[in-house]
């Protein structure tokens, strides 16, 4: 078939060719003189082309033209065609002005048919492969491509079909943040330009044909949520009920920087001393926070930081940071170097900063440590039992807790370690004086401290959880002298008392994670709520964090190993993820567990106990009661655990003595000593 010459107008009537990949990635126009002549005979492609040239990305693809095969003559727009494996790619003519287009198929090399490069003492050298004969030419009919549709398959997009946005998130491993509408706009329009070929993204504004005001509204949660629901398909009201939550994303306003930066403001002392009772006015001195701003005096007690053998604390380089979080850097180092908590170093260790916002407002600034734990030897000394604790509390009928301000910082490190304690900033090199956040032989220095502050008061009328003091007594008036013995002690050991934190003869606290009343102890509200709210997981990792939250409170839980059976069976790494109708049950019926949880007594050595046990095929159980003044049994703890493989193979009945083995080990400390009784324990 005669072709035209390529000047001629009938040239003009070539179909254009849709590519399922950019074209700045497949076309390579070289000479100045055939893009003018291209760009005249095709306007559609006129922009596009200019930048394909212009392009400095496809100029070195040219100059490294591997991977590439040449379809060129001297009478044709000399261009360079990607060669996909597994496809064949065509160039094309118009013959005459008909609708019939002549093709010639190019059919791709083999990889073994590469031109490999060569680097070879520093020349670049090419290995020439022989030639492929020709290809006969083909004479077929191009269809014309269709535009793509704007609205997909709606299952096949994962995303929609989240739950939540949040969810979605987790899905990818993406991290939500909050973004103002300008960085949105900049974002989108960053990303049009840069994939303006590809058709294969869409948004909600695309698929359901919302305008961008309707669009908006639904991401901020505003407008008639009724409406907003009838306009999307149902599949998208999870989406919708998530935006119309308090708790989605939103701009970031002029209070939340205020609050970051700010922080808490101080009391005045005539305010702290208004909000002291009456019988403590003269202890006012305890309580004054800008008595914790004094570097404290050398002690037996300093931190001290041991190295392993031949180990020395890593170097890590500076992280950058915000301005906003540059400012509240700043304005740290100022306040700590007026304070002498710290001073400028020329240690040859470094650890970055970590900051971390408060609830109350402000930041929260420390070390990462991380590095250093690594290298240091570890001090074993014991933090309170909680169990213990909750013990000491039976005859309890009134509470005061008291919160030590900046506790860790009324430690100093001990002379010549305090170099292992640099940290890096964009403002130099520092290293602390007192002993900061992140160390991990800081809990057991402090604890040290407190228990050699408070000893002769411990689970007498007093208990220490590091900064955490509870005052407890069975008698209001002798309680106020308990108070006031506790609070004399902490300041003659240099320890300030934060009055926002503290709670004077209550009922009722909030202490270790618990709720402790005088009528018993029942889980965290806040706790339970997260726990309840929990969205399903979605790996090994978030069922892990699921799990370990919910063992905290397994005291409150019957058959608790029971029900978490089927998912402590997902975390078994000969078993893959695959989440079914029994793991969702477990998942449901461990969360109304945590909503109909009771509360449960204060353990009593001078009342009766109950000890009842029970054996399944694969866990014990078993719940410690008492006996109360009104004569009701009310459950002090339950236990439960999960049988091993062997234990599994026992009889019924040994597995139910082996529950009543296992019950008596657990509540051993409670068992031994209590008042005597005719009536079986079982």
């Not at 990949?21 to 005249?40: F, G, M, N, T």
């Not at 031109?115 to 020709?134: C, D, F, L, S, T």
């Not at 077929?140 to 998130?169: G, Y």
């Not at 998208?236 to 205020?258: G, N, Q, T, W």
């Amino acid at each position: 078939m005669q072709c035209c010459p390529r000047d001629t107008p009938h040239a003009v009537r070539a179909p254009t060719i849709h590519s399922p990949r950019p074209a700045a990635d497949l076309l390579v126009v070289r000479e100045q003189s055939q893009i003018e002549r291209v760009l005249d005979a095709l306007p559609p492609v006129k922009e596009f082309l200019e930048e394909a040239y212009r392009s400095p990305y496809v100029e070195d693809w040219f100059e490294e033209d591997e991977g590439y095969e040449s379809v060129t003559s001297k009478d044709e727009l000399d261009i360079e065609t990607t060669l996909t494996p597994g496809m064949n790619h065509y160039r094309t003519r118009t013959c005459n002005g008909g609708p019939c287009t002549q093709a010639q198929m190019i059919g791709n090399l083999p990889n073994t048919h590469a031109v490999p490069v060569e680097k070879m003492a520093g020349q670049r050298r090419q290995r020439i492969n022989p030639k492929r004969g020709h290809l006969p030419p083909l004479s077929v009919p191009i269809p014309e491509v269709q535009p793509p549709l704007l609205s997909p398959n709606m299952e096949d997009i994962r995303w929609l079909q989240a739950s939540s946005f949040v969810s979605f998130c987790r899905q990818d491993n993406v991290r939500a943040m909050r973004i103002t509408w300008d960085e949105l706009d900049q974002a989108a329009e960053r990303r049009t330009t840069n994939s303006r070929e590809s058709l294969n993204t869409t948004t909600l504004l695309q698929t359901v044909h919302l305008n961008e005001e309707e669009y908006r509204d639904i991401l901020l949660g505003e407008g008639d949520l009724a409406k907003t629901l009838s306009q999307l398909p149902p599949h998208l009201h999870d989406f919708v009920y998530d935006c119309y939550k308090p708790a989605h994303l939103r701009k970031i306003s002029e209070a939340d920087v205020s609050k970051f930066l700010t922080g808490k403001p101080e009391l005045s002392d005539a305010e702290i001393r208004q909000k002291l009772p009456l019988w403590l006015q003269d202890k006012l001195p305890a309580f004054l926070p800008r008595h914790a701003d004094t570097l404290p005096p050398r002690r037996a007690w300093d931190h001290k930081i041991e190295l392993m053998p031949g180990k020395e604390p890593p170097y890590f380089k500076n992280r950058p940071l915000s301005p906003l979080e540059l400012e509240v850097v700043r304005k740290w180092i100022d306040d700590n170097l007026s304070k002498g908590f710290i001073r400028e170093s020329r240690s040859r260790s470094a650890a970055p900063l970590l900051l971390a916002a408060k609830p109350g407002g402000g930041v929260r600034i420390c070390q990462d440590y991380r590095g250093l734990n690594n290298v240091t030897i570890k001090n074993r000394y014991p933090l309170p039992i909680v169990r213990e604790t909750l013990d000491a509390l039976c005859n309890a009928t009134v509470y005061t807790k008291l919160d030590i301000i900046a506790a860790f910082n009324k430690l100093r490190i001990a002379e010549g370690d305090e170099w292992k304690t640099a940290f890096i900033t964009r403002f130099g090199l520092f290293e602390s004086l007192v002993m900061p956040f992140g160390l991990c032989n800081a809990p057991a220095s402090f604890q040290h401290y407190i228990n050699h502050t408070l000893f002769n008061e411990l689970d007498k009328y007093c208990t220490a959880y590091l900064d955490d003091v509870l005052v407890y007594s069975a008698d209001k008036s002798e309680h106020r002298e308990h108070v006031r013995t506790i609070v004399q002690k902490l300041a003659d050991a240099g320890l300030q008392i934060d009055i926002n934190k503290c709670e004077f003869e209550t009922v009722s606290t909030r202490y270790l994670g618990l709720i402790i009343t005088t009528n018993g102890i029942q889980m965290d509200p806040e706790k339970v709520t997260a726990i309840t709210s929990w969205e399903q997981p979605l790996s090994v990792k978030d069922l892990q964090r699921f799990l370990g939250f919910a063992n905290f409170y397994r005291r409150f839980i019957k058959d608790f190993s029971k029900i978490c059976r089927p998912l402590n069976d997902l975390l078994r790494k000969d078993i893959g993820w695959i989440w079914d109708a029994s793991h969702r049950d477990a998942f449901a019926t461990l969360k109304d567990a945590f909503i109909t949880a009771p509360v449960l007594a204060y353990f009593d050595h001078n009342k009766r106990t109950v000890l009842e046990m029970d054996a399944s095929d694969w866990a014990s159980g078993g719940v410690l009661s008492q006996y109360d003044s009104d004569g009701l049994l009310r459950p002090v703890a339950y236990f439960s655990a999960k049988h091993s493989a062997a234990e599994c193979n026992y009889e019924i009945y040994d597995k139910e003595l082996l529950a009543i083995i296992k019950s008596m080990e657990e509540w051993r400390p409670e068992l031994q000593g209590s008042k005597p009784t005719t009536s079986p324990l079982v």
